[in-house]
């Protein structure tokens, strides 16, 4: 069904446009399931230019207006505006974690209120979600969407591209999976992944270990020092998660490597973390040590997203969603991006339902009309503030 866009058309009232949505539960089923069976893993570009080419034949479908395809290293990303006066930036992402193949085992389906697949709940029901909203405001004119290529690899060829919207726009709502309950995300640790690699030289164990330099010896000094760095009491985690070394019973290890887990509630404690993690000196005589990362994803801070969290609990009291909350969590999105420009975002705008990035991964189909018409409500009450 084509929804023709209208400027001078009212724009239904919070009530009409529940039931708007709530009409259109069962062609949002069926596109969601287009959408999951179609794949579409990180950094896989042929598969993300099929899903690409989906999703802006969905929005010229839905929306009556086509959406830009606009390539990008890592695949492409779909960016549809409404007009060339907005003042809302919905972001999305349309890659998923799951390797291609995943739906001959686990394909989209549904049973009772329970839809699964692949990817559906981070993020393709919120995409499929927001589009239906989106096309049944005539506000629509004031908004534009922007559903990237690559936020599940680090974001790093869509970044730009999302800082850029996002500061012309100046509020941004994100289409990540809402928090337990249908929490929205109001903010965000700060994410980086830093890689420490250590050099020794290797010897026989047995013969002559003296002239070896065991760089596995040095892991264990440089391990204890990684996780000094933590400071739960400011939210800063840094966590050790992956190490290997040596690679024979009886040779003294010539190389070791260790990744580490680091997350940030303060600015600061990025700076620190960085700081720290580039100093790290060894201990072992001879050995030498290498650091590389970041923390690649700023904190988003609760200042960014209290606001708009006011402005969406109203919207929700008005569709009759009880006691929507705003919670604070650890993982990153692109709105970490957005709000350390000083952007105010909203994130969590999408699906309800639980197991991203695991095989049980869900949306609960009985949200869907709500959280369509949540996101569109709130995009409609930042263009009138
Ligand atoms: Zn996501």
């Known amino acids: 069904m084509a929804i023709t ?23 949002m089923v069926e596109q969601l399931g287009e959408f999951v069976n179609l794949e579409s893993p990180s950094l896989n570009v042929e598969h993300l230019q099929v899903s690409a080419k989906y999703l802006a034949k969905l929005f010229a479908k839905v929306m009556g207006k086509p959406a830009e395809i606009i390539p990008g290293a890592n695949g492409p990303h779909v960016h549809w505006k409404g007009s060339d006066d907005t003042k809302v930036l919905i972001v999305g992402h349309h890659d998923t974690v ?29 995409i499929i979600q927001a ?27 869509s970044r730009e591209l999302i800082e850029a919207r996002a500061r012309a726009t100046g509020a941004v709502l994100v289409l990540e999976p809402s928090a337990d309950g249908g929490a929205l995300k109001i903010a965000r640790k700060g994410v980086g992944t830093f890689t420490v690699q250590i050099a020794g030289r290797a010897s026989h164990a047995g013969l002559e270990p003296e002239k070896g330099i065991n760089a596995l010896v040095e892991l264990a000094t440089q391990v204890q020092r990684i996780v000094a ?33 680091v997350r940030v509630v303060l600015p600061e404690e990025k700076d620190r973390v960085e700081r ?21 994803r700023p904190p988003m801070h609760e200042s960014a997203g209290r606001k708009l969290f006011g402005v969406a609990e109203t919207v929700a009291k008005e569709l009759g969603i009880k006691n929507l909350q705003g919670v604070a969590v650890g993982g990153g999105s692109d709105g970490n991006f957005t ?20 095989v049980s991964e869900h949306v609960l189909i009985s949200t869907m009309a709500e959280r369509a018409a949540l996101v569109a409500g709130v995009a409609r009450a930042l263009v009138n503030r």
Do not use: W
């Open 98 to 126: 799951f390797s291609l193949g995943t739906t001959a085992t686990r394909p989209f389906s549904v049973e009772g209120d329970i839809a699964r697949g692949p990817g559906i709940f981070d993020m393709k029901a919120g």
């Open 5 to 27: 866009q209208s400027t001078t058309a009212a724009s239904p009232s919070p009530s009409g446009l529940l039931a708007e949505m709530q009409l259109r539960v069962p062609q």
């Open 131 to 157: 589009i239906h909203g989106l096309s049944a405001i005539r506000d629509s004119y004031h908004v534009e969407m922007l559903i990237t290529a690559d936020e599940e690899v680090g974001s790093e060829s």
């Open 339 to 358: 709000a350390a420009i000083g952007v105010p975002t909203l994130d969590g705008m999408g699906a309800v339902g639980g197991g991203a990035h695991g």
């Open 229 to 261: 760095m933590a400071r739960p009491e400011l939210g800063t985690t840094v966590t050790p998660t992956v190490a290997t070394a040596g690679n024979a019973e009886n040779v003294v290890p010539d190389a070791a490597m260790i990744k580490v887990d």
């Open 276 to 296: 720290e993690m580039s100093q790290l000196k060894p201990v072992v005589d001879g050995a030498t040590i290498k650091v590389s990362g970041c923390v690649n």
